[in-house]
């Protein structure tokens, strides 16, 4: 697609519910990684992807966050019994090479998660 | 932790005047990038530059990066409402291994009409 696409953009969850996020990439975009922002800071990384390498999960703040990706294509972050401090805005974005170096990243308009 | 620190946490200006902001950040980088986010969602990367340059323009940005400071600063010239945003500085510093960009915290731009 023309831009990177997230889903759902807003999800309400109740404390202790599994939610999974959608992020779809802009095609041939072989990078892509999952941030996390909390309410006026900064972004926090979760998780990057690279081709078929195995991912650099070393952002990932529990065991109950995980995160999946098929091939060079959609990629899922999952948590599971969410607390309230999971509680963000969570950005996927996508580059076309490593680390964006040449060309940035691209964002998707994140998955605002309000966990009740 | 924390890679980039933007300086101001937010600046307020009237519209037509110059905004600078500031980005320090602490380890050996690849490149620096600028990004900007309207209404807390997603970022556009603004502009990139590379460790070997010490200035880059871009309509009415211009950065500038000191690598012996380890500081970067963004001005935007001639601001517009439009203008109002908050600017993240990113700092690629794979030379050290790390993967993925470091975020700061950002400035939140605000431009009176």
């Known amino acids: 697609g023309a831009g990177v696409s997230q889903s759902p953009s807003n999800k309400v969850t109740e404390k202790g519910k599994d939610v999974e996020l959608r992020c779809d990439p802009i095609?041939?975009?072989?990078?892509l990684y999952w941030y996390r922002q909390r309410l006026g800071q900064g972004l926090e990384f979760l998780i990057y992807?690279?081709?078929?390498?195995?991912?650099?999960k070393s952002g990932l703040p529990s065991d109950r966050f995980s995160a999946e990706r098929t091939g060079e294509s959609v990629s899922t972050l999952t948590i599971q019994r969410t607390q309230q401090e999971d509680s963000a805005v969570y950005l996927c974005?996508?580059?076309?090479?490593?680390?964006?170096?040449?060309?940035?990243?691209?964002f998707g308009s994140g998955t605002r998660l309000t966990v009740v | 932790s924390q890679q980039g620190e933007e300086d101001p946490q937010a600046l307020s200006i009237q519209e037509g005047e110059n905004a600078t902001m500031n980005c320090s950040y602490k380890?050996?980088?690849?490149?620096l990038q600028w990004y900007r986010q309207n209404s807390g969602r997603g970022l556009v990367h603004l502009i990139l530059?590379?460790?070997?340059?010490r200035e880059k323009h871009s309509g009415r940005l211009r950065v500038t990066l000191d690598t012996s400071k380890k500081s970067s600063s963004l001005l935007i010239t001639a601001s517009r409402a439009a203008d109002t945003a908050s600017y993240f500085c990113?700092?690629?510093?794979?030379?050290?291994?790390?993967?993925?960009?470091?975020f700061g915290k950002g400035t939140h731009l605000i431009i009176q009409p």
């Open positions: 974005a996508s580059s076309r090479d490593r680390d964006g170096r040449n060309y940035g990243y691209t």
């Open positions: 095609s041939g975009h072989t990078a």
């Open positions: 992807f690279q081709g078929n390498s195995a991912p650099d």
């Open positions: 380890t050996s980088i690849n490149n």
């Open positions: 530059i590379r460790s070997n340059e």
């Open positions: 990113a700092t690629d510093a794979s030379l050290g291994g790390a993967d993925g960009l470091t």
